[in-house]
């Protein structure tokens, strides 16, 4: 369904530039699903998600907070949806559920399946870990996502235009504010 990509740095060599695919480099690395809600670029670790599907009918439950959806059916197993914008400060409203995707997750303590409500799923890439600020360098940013503590940070993300940041999501944090 995506592809996985490689984030590329520029090295020079006798005053050309080159491209190094991060996996050629001696760097570690994180693998992440990345997309996006409102405005903002969002990002969560690879290895938290089992599947990527198209949002469907989505049944509301009485006295849940605002930001569990409800429960869809997702090949006969009762799937709790969770819409993560209430947490990260997204404002302005979401586009039509069938527009939208759910990132299904793969937590092994859960006794149901979880997935979030994404507007629209961007790639699947590899950022190395120096490319990605961690909550200690973030202290001074004042987004609701850091002050919530449910971003593990941000990651730069080099674009044509400059350099984009995408929100690394913390889904542990975001669930156990849920309970």
């Not at 197993?77 to 759910?102: C, H, K, M, S, Y």
């Not at 919530?148 to 940041?165: F, H, M, Y």
């Amino acid at each position: 369904m995506f592809e996985v990509e490689s984030i590329m740095q520029a090295q020079e060599t006798d005053g050309t530039a080159e491209e190094v695919p991060v996996e050629a480099r001696d760097v570690e690395t994180k693998q992440v699903v990345e997309f996006r809600l409102g405005e903002d670029h969002c990002a969560v670790d690879i290895d938290e998600v089992d599947s990527i599907v198209e949002i469907k009918k989505v049944t509301r439950i009485p006295r849940t907070p605002d930001s569990v959806d409800g429960v869809m059916d997702l090949r006969g197993e009762t799937t709790a949806i969770i819409d993560p914008r209430t947490f990260l400060g997204v404002e302005g409203e979401a586009p039509d559920p069938d527009e939208q995707n759910v990132l299904v997750l793969d937590r092994s303590d859960d006794k149901q399946k979880i997935g979030i409500r994404v507007d629209e799923v961007l790639e699947v890439a590899t950022y190395a870990e120096d490319r990605i600020d961690t909550e200690e360098d973030l202290s001074n940013l004042e987004t609701q996502g850091i002050s919530e503590r449910v971003s593990r940070g941000i990651i730069r993300k080099p674009d044509q235009a400059g350099l984009d940041l995408v929100v690394w999501i913390d889904i542990d944090a975001i669930i156990d504010q849920l309970q």
